[in-house]
């Protein structure tokens, strides 16, 4: 998944950090899009021809359909607006080889984090631990033995004081910005890895930063990228309307508060 | 057994459910009892993202030792 990694299990039992590492593991050769040998890439490679793929990446890409659906397609991973074009629009009661068509790829990016983070503290807490916290590279899952407290960093000055803390028993929380992972063209032009799916060009939508916290890390991640995306002040409604609340940072580092926050706020 | 019409529509969609079901490894399949008519394999499985719960706020005040995990801007 291209980051680092953080675990913090409660009176989990013995060999829990263990499993953790190694489940992480797992899914990140599952998913990354760097190894040629990874389900991902494997179907990126595929032609449009079914793959064989394991559950995990079964209901990664069913997910990530959903995330598509559920923002008016804002939030598309790569490809999906293909893929759902193609016919794969729905959840079936079986599952068995996946296509992807032909093009650019898919990239599980944030979504993948978010659901890693998902099934690992979903898993140590079935074998027993009290509570945990997996955070993949800023997005992530806590739950049980709470409340945990999260810091969320300022996007222009991450070493500052934090813009707020967060306080909650369960949740996910994952954080969007237009400020990673940003370059200049050769024509001088700033640009940055969030894509409007509109218009296939870097999104400008006056927005920096978003926060999201929700009951799962996987949402957290596609309301992140779909409030950005939506710009303000729809990136609020984007919020409030799917069970989730956060905050918005906008180029000019003013912070928006989306309803409900303050019930979260330590 | 998926019906002929069930089966066409799976393969349509480069999703190859009959033949190569027994393909599928390490994977739980949960079995539904054939529908009356042939047709569409849409189950009634609610939407996942429509369906997502809220966070859960914090049911006390934080201890002073509590976790914390400083988060920067993602992906």
Known sequence: MGTWARVVVVDGPPGALRLAQTRIEQLEARWSRFRPDSEVSRLNRSGGRPVVVSADTARLVDLALAGHRGTAGRFDPTLLGPLVNA????????????????????????????????????????AGASGACVNLGGD???????????DVADPFDETGP????????????????????????PDGTARHHLIDPTTGQPAATGVAAVTVLTGDGWRAEVLAKAALLAGLP????????????????????????????????? | MPGPARRSRAVA????VGALGGLVTGMVLTEHPAP??????VSS????????RPATPASSAPAPAAFRQTITSAS
Do not use: C
Not at chain 1, 102 to 107: E, I, L, N, T, V
Not at chain 1, 238 to 264: C, Q, S
Not at chain 2, 45 to 52: S, W
């Open chain 2, 45 to 52: 499985v609610p939407d996942p993202f429509a369906a997502g």
């Open chain 1, 234 to 266: 729809a990136a609020l409604d984007v919020l409030a309307t799917n069970r989730a609340t956060g905050l918005v940072v906008d180029d000019g580092g003013g912070i928006h508060h989306a309803p409900g926050l303050d019930r979260f706020l330590a």
């Open chain 1, 87 to 126: 016919g794969y629009d729905r959840l079936f009661d079986r599952l068995g080889p996946i296509a992807v068509p032909p093009g650019p790829g898919f990239d599980p990016g944030g979504i993948g984090k978010g659901l890693a983070a998902d099934i690992v503290v979903g898993e140590l807490l079935a």
């Open chain 2, 13 to 16: 969609l480069g999703l190859s």
């Open chain 1, 140 to 150: 992530l899952r806590a739950e049980g033995a709470g409340p945990w407290l999260v």
């Open chain 1, 162 to 185: 934090a813009l707020a803390r967060l306080a909650f028993d369960a949740g996910g929380v994952a954080t969007s910005s237009r400020l990673r992972r940003a370059w200049t063209a």
């Open chain 2, 36 to 41: 009356a008519t042939a047709g569409a394999t």
